[in-house]
């Protein structure tokens, strides 16, 4: 404990101011977020709340801010709608649908956690890390622009005149100070200062202009104010707990929990490069899953990591669970006693921290080696980033993945090689280079001409490997027909495991297989395959 107490102690100043602004930014995120899913704000803000605290203190990445996010939101709108529909108008069944939905989210992915596959982030590569960033930052961007707009004639239009030129101005000056303030003092948080100059302009020079209170209105809602999250024993007595409950929140589930654990996981990934360190997948996996739980249970809407305001935890000096815990903790008290002060803080101010969040997060270099990286590599890096707009970030993620991983195998499926030599007893030889799988077996195939070879073959794969199904029945295909043909197979220097996989596969193969070889070389091999 002391340990404890040590490491996040040492750079406490950085990770408290820091702490303050993530929750100051939490709350119009959280708010709109929860109009997205179509619930009540202190929903979202229960979600924030909650999930941003457990996962701070058990997360396997110090640092790293979660709370309600707008990919979750998006899928949690037809859910709820969905859920209404079940029951009458004043029962609100889809909220707690909601809830029980986020409780088997949080379930999975502990499951995912235990079983350790968070470790498969590191197969993501970086073209689509880098279309995973420029697809959020335009996502933040775009997110933003909602807040240019005003309630007329009770339809929500764009701002003109005098009104948007406050905005344009109020925006700008808070991104000028977190611009320029370090140049002077390093030691202050830029943003939490451009907050507060920000809001007292607009307080005391009476200014009218949009705020959170008036944001968190013009959805719908009454204010921020509320007390503590209560266990949701509703869930228990409204919603039937059969198979035709499972069968309808399962599949929104599994989708919410492959989401949040692609955002939280990439997120991890991203802090991990702005901060030079490592974080621990698994343990986030865990930390995500009980957090969803517990928010489910205490009434919030579920949530993942966020890309924004981690990115300004980690510029404004956080690097500790401190940071988080402050920020979670930090909201708890807006919605518990400060509320009538946090809705005055202005818009613009939280827009103007948004868009110097979007400068920050573009990986503005993309532009500049897009035309010195190969073709593949840069399509993956547009369509990623695009999907992630148009889409949303499982999907985009996904796709690039998929994109990747079928450029890799059409380019390695390339680059089997077979080298051919007659040896003085008059055996053919066929050296093979290059890995054999699904996508070279044709090519491999095409190498031999079983009609018009001597009658001894010897197959060599010193400088090859057989990886999968399709290879292992192309190289049986293939003696099957030399021995069709009267003729002698041999097969050398096949590693081990091949060599169980192919007798496994067909015990006659055994035959055919050169076990005893005294080639150094071979044995080298064989040892790094393993």
Same mark, same amino acid.
């Given at each position: ?18 702490? +303050? ?7 119009? @995120?959280?708010?709109?977020? $929860? ?19 457990? /996962? ?8 790293? *801010?979660?709370?309600?996010? #707008?990919?979750?939101?998006?899928? !949690? ?58 697809? &959020? ?43 320029? +303030? ?30 959170? #209170? ?7 809602? /009454? ?6 999250? @209560? ?42 490069? &702005? ?36 990115? *300004?935890?980690?510029?404004?000096? #956080?690097?500790?669970? &401190? ?54 590599? $840069? *399509? ?58 699904? #996508? ?16 001894? *073959?010897?197959?060599?794969?010193? @400088? ?34 091949? %060599? ?9 193969? $055994? @035959? ?12 080298? !091999?064989?040892?790094?395959? %393993?």
């Amino acid at each position: 404990m002391k340990e404890f107490i040590r490491r996040q102690s040492a750079n406490a100043r950085n990770d408290i101011f820091s702490g +303050l602004t993530v929750a100051l930014a939490l709350v119009p @995120e959280a708010v709109a977020f $929860a109009f997205v899913a179509g619930v009540d704000p202190l929903v979202g803000l229960y979600a924030a709340f909650m999930i941003g605290l457990i /996962t701070s203190i058990f997360g396997g990445r110090p640092g790293m *801010i979660s709370g309600a996010t #707008g990919a979750l939101a998006v899928v !949690m709108v037809s859910l709820v709608a969905e859920g209404n529909a079940m029951g009458a108008e004043s029962e609100n069944l889809g909220l707690y649908y909601l809830f029980a939905t986020v409780i088997l989210m949080g379930l999975i992915q502990m499951l995912v956690g235990v079983l350790k596959l968070g470790k498969f982030v590191r197969l993501i590569p970086h073209p689509v890390m880098m279309g995973f960033v420029n697809g &959020l930052a335009i996502v933040i961007f775009l997110s933003q622009m909602g807040m240019f707009k005003d309630r007329i004639g009770g339809e929500m239009q764009w701002m003109s005149g005098q009104a948007l030129y406050l905005m344009i101005g109020l925006v700008g000056l808070t991104m000028a100070i977190m611009q320029f +303030l370090p140049k002077l003092n390093k030691k202050l948080p830029e943003a939490l200062i451009g907050i507060l100059v920000v809001s007292a302009i607009v307080i005391f020079g009476n200014l009218d202009v949009a705020t959170v #209170g008036s944001f968190i209105k013009s959805g719908g809602g /009454t204010g921020l104010e509320g007390g503590l999250p @209560e266990f949701q024993w509703a869930i228990f007595e409204k919603i039937p707990f059969n198979m035709e409950t499972l069968s309808f929140i399962l599949p929104y589930s599994f989708i919410l929990a492959a989401i949040g654990l692609i955002e939280s996981l990439m997120t991890l990934n991203l802090v991990d490069e &702005l901060t030079e360190t490592r974080g621990n997948s698994n343990r986030e996996c865990l930390a995500q899953g009980g957090a969803n739980i517990v928010t489910g249970l205490f009434g919030g809407m579920g949530g993942c990591a966020m890309i924004g305001q981690s990115i *300004i935890n980690i510029k404004g000096g #956080g690097r500790t669970r &401190l940071s988080g815990i402050v920020a979670a903790l930090t909201l708890l008290a807006f919605i518990l006693f400060a509320s009538p002060l946090i809705e005055r803080v202005p818009i613009a101010a939280l827009v103007g921290v948004m868009f110097m969040v979007v400068v920050g997060t573009f990986a503005w270099s993309s532009f500049r080696i897009l035309n010195k990286i190969p073709l593949s590599d $840069a *399509i993956v890096l547009i369509t990623v980033s695009a999907l992630t707009v148009i889409f949303d970030l499982a999907l985009a993620v996904a796709a690039g993945i998929i994109l990747s991983a079928l450029v890799f195998a059409w380019e390695s499926a390339k680059r089997i090689r077979a080298r051919k030599q007659i040896l003085e007893d008059g055996t053919k030889v066929y050296e093979i280079w290059g890995p054999l799988f699904f #996508g070279s077996i044709q090519a491999f195939k095409a190498k031999f001409d079983p009609n018009n070879d001597p009658d001894k *073959i010897i197959i060599d794969f010193m @400088e090859s490997r057989v990886t999968d199904h399709s290879a292992l029945e192309a190289l049986h295909g293939l003696v099957e027909k030399y021995q069709s043909l009267g003729k002698e197979v041999h097969i050398r220097h096949l590693s081990e495991e091949c %060599q169980v996989l192919m007798v496994k596969a067909s015990p006659k193969l $055994a @035959e055919v297989i050169e076990k005893n070889i005294d080639d150094p070389r071979y044995h080298v !091999m064989a040892q790094a395959m %393993q």
